[in-house]
């Protein structure tokens, strides 16, 4: 193997290292944005679990958690059959 060769293998396993290592942090972003929005769907979940349990309206809950009253409407029907674990 030549000096033209060496070198050329040396930036491809360079460029490979850079793209594996890219990848892992892009990895690790896309992991916290996920596991952070899952998290706040779950505080949103027990949080009109626990308006509707304390009977709040529709409205007051969808203007509180800033969702349309439709998706609050299906977001109770959920956790009344399936209530989120409070802590």
């Known amino acids: 193997m030549g000096i033209e060769e060496a070198i050329i293998q040396e930036l491809k396993a360079q460029a490979m ?10 990895g690790l972003k896309e992991g916290l944005k996920e ?3 899952k998290g706040k769907w779950q ?3 027990l949080f009109v679990f626990r308006a509707d349990r304390k009977g709040m309206s ?10 349309p009253e439709e998706e609050v409407e299906a977001l109770i029907q959920e956790v009344r059959l399936n209530p989120p ?3």
């Open 17 to 26: 290292r850079e793209g594996r290592n890219t990848g892992i942090q892009k």
């Open 35 to 37: 596991g952070l929005e």
């Open 43 to 45: 505080k949103t979940r």
């Open 58 to 67: 529709i409205a007051d809950i969808a203007e509180l958690v800033d969702l």
């Open 85 to 87: 674990e409070e802590h």
